[in-house]
């Protein structure tokens, strides 16, 4: 069913009623723009199914308001970017979700399983996945775009619920709580420098480094916000981790980074010149603190292939995707005696305790039969 008018959309959400969840996709492209424009939304519950067309003559408030009802569990698969166009349109957090990526990570999937992979064992079903690359933005829709727009949500219920008793046989339901309420959190999708800057990867900076990577990284998004183009179009990232690495002092060495060229001559150029300029002045007490170098960098590195030893022997033994419990960047924190979310809730239950203990010599790994087994130490 394609729901192109608010007429349609009214009955449609009257039809669904109030049921205990719906799957929910999006359909978007991002290629050419900031904020991705969305040109499709699919709802599904029993044999109600629905592809809602944004870019057709409608009013989107029937909707809007039936995912604020928080008695109804949005059900989305790899939820992020999902969730993210809802914040960036309209503003809404839907709650409560459930991920099913997420729980199938929970469920023993391994890292990022894909919803063809779910619907293949719970619906026994493969997915056609001829018009996965489609630009959703062209009208008319095909017929084949709207049934497999519409496929990516019919089968998403019977994967939730298959997933569900998987969780309650497991005794995880507080492990998803946990994770569900962090994709609910609109700080998610919020524009936030410290974390652009920690995706450069660019490590031991100097203060006024530092200062001028989180310059440029506001100056890059502002401009990408009011042009609404990709951040990559105003400046790619490589362009930014040589600006600041080595800061140009003038328009000409300024033109010689590669990716800046003919951008160096005009206001563009100027802009990152002053950028760099307000950096370079600005006082030490203000520049954001740096990172501590660690001295010990070979303690360091056998202390983390213990760690991600240890990390996946626990997860195999759990049967959880090690990805889900601890990232190397929070492995790193861990070897070098930091706390993170890996130190506490379920994550600390089935690892970080360990991750501590074997930090102190309190435990130790060793290999029987080709697999990995820990000992107690002392």
């Known amino acids: 069913?394609?729901?192109?008018?608010?007429?349609?959309?009214?009955?449609?959400?009257?039809?669904?009623?109030?049921?205990?969840?719906?799957?929910?996709?999006?359909?978007?492209?991002?290629?050419?723009?900031?904020?991705?424009?969305?040109?499709?939304?699919?709802?599904?519950?029993?044999?109600?199914?629905?592809?809602?067309?944004?870019?057709?003559?409608?009013?989107?408030?029937?909707?809007?308001?039936?995912?604020?009802?928080?008695?109804?569990i949005k059900v989305l698969h790899a939820a992020?970017?999902?969730?993210?166009?809802?914040?960036?349109?309209?503003?809404?957090a839907p709650k409560p979700v459930f991920d099913t990526q997420v729980a199938a990570m929970v469920c023993g999937f391994g890292d990022q399983v894909s919803y063809?992979?779910?619907?293949?064992?719970?619906?026994?079903?493969?997915?056609?996945?001829?018009?996965?690359?489609?630009?959703?933005?062209?009208?008319?829709?095909?017929?084949?775009?709207?049934?497999?727009?519409?496929?990516?949500?019919?089968?998403?219920?019977?994967?939730?619920?298959?997933?569900?008793?998987?969780?309650?046989?497991?005794?995880?339901?507080?492990?998803?709580?946990?994770?569900?309420?962090?994709?609910?959190?609109p700080k998610r999708y919020v524009f936030n420098p410290d974390v652009q800057s920690r995706r450069l990867k660019m490590r031991y900076l100097k203060?006024?480094?530092?200062?001028?990577?989180?310059?440029?990284?506001?100056?890059?998004?502002?401009?990408?916000?009011?042009?609404?183009?990709?951040r990559g179009w105003v400046l790619k990232d490589l362009a930014l981790r040589d600006i600041i690495s080595n800061p140009p002092q003038n328009r000409q060495e300024l033109g010689r980074i590669r990716g800046i060229g003919g951008l160096a001559k005009d206001q563009v150029g100027e802009e990152i010149l002053e950028c760099i300029r307000k950096a370079k002045n600005r006082p030490l007490s203000e520049c954001p603190p740096v990172e501590t170098v660690n001295t010990h960098n070979q303690a360091k590195d056998s202390t983390m292939v213990l760690l991600r030893a240890l990390l996946k022997h626990v997860c195999e033994q759990n049967e959880v995707a090690s990805k889900l419990v601890a990232s190397r960047s929070e492995l790193e924190e861990i070897a070098l005696g930091g706390a993170n979310r890996v130190s506490g809730g379920w994550r600390g239950e089935i690892f970080g305790g360990l991750a501590n203990q074997l930090l102190k010599g309190q435990i130790a790994l060793t290999l029987a039969d080709g697999d990995f087994e820990i000992v107690k130490r002392g």
């Open 1 to 72: 069913m394609l729901i192109q008018t608010t007429n349609q959309l009214v009955k449609f959400i009257a039809d669904i009623g109030s049921p205990p969840y719906v799957a929910i996709d999006t359909e978007f492209i991002s290629e050419k723009t900031y904020y991705p424009q969305l040109c499709l939304v699919q709802i599904a519950f029993g044999s109600n199914a629905a592809v809602i067309d944004p870019l057709g003559d409608l009013d989107l408030k029937p909707l809007i308001a039936f995912l604020e009802n928080q008695k109804i």
């Open 80 to 92: 992020h970017q999902d969730l993210a166009i809802f914040w960036n349109n309209f503003r809404l």
């Open 116 to 185: 063809g992979q779910l619907v293949k064992v719970f619906a026994n079903t493969r997915l056609d996945k001829n018009s996965q690359i489609v630009d959703w933005s062209k009208r008319p829709l095909l017929e084949r775009h709207i049934e497999y727009a519409l496929a990516d949500v019919v089968y998403l219920g019977t994967v939730y619920e298959k997933l569900l008793e998987g969780i309650r046989r497991r005794k995880r339901a507080g492990w998803i709580e946990a994770e569900m309420l962090e994709l609910s959190d």
């Open 207 to 230: 203060p006024r480094q530092l200062a001028m990577l989180h310059k440029m990284i506001l100056w890059r998004e502002e401009r990408a916000i009011s042009q609404n183009i990709p």
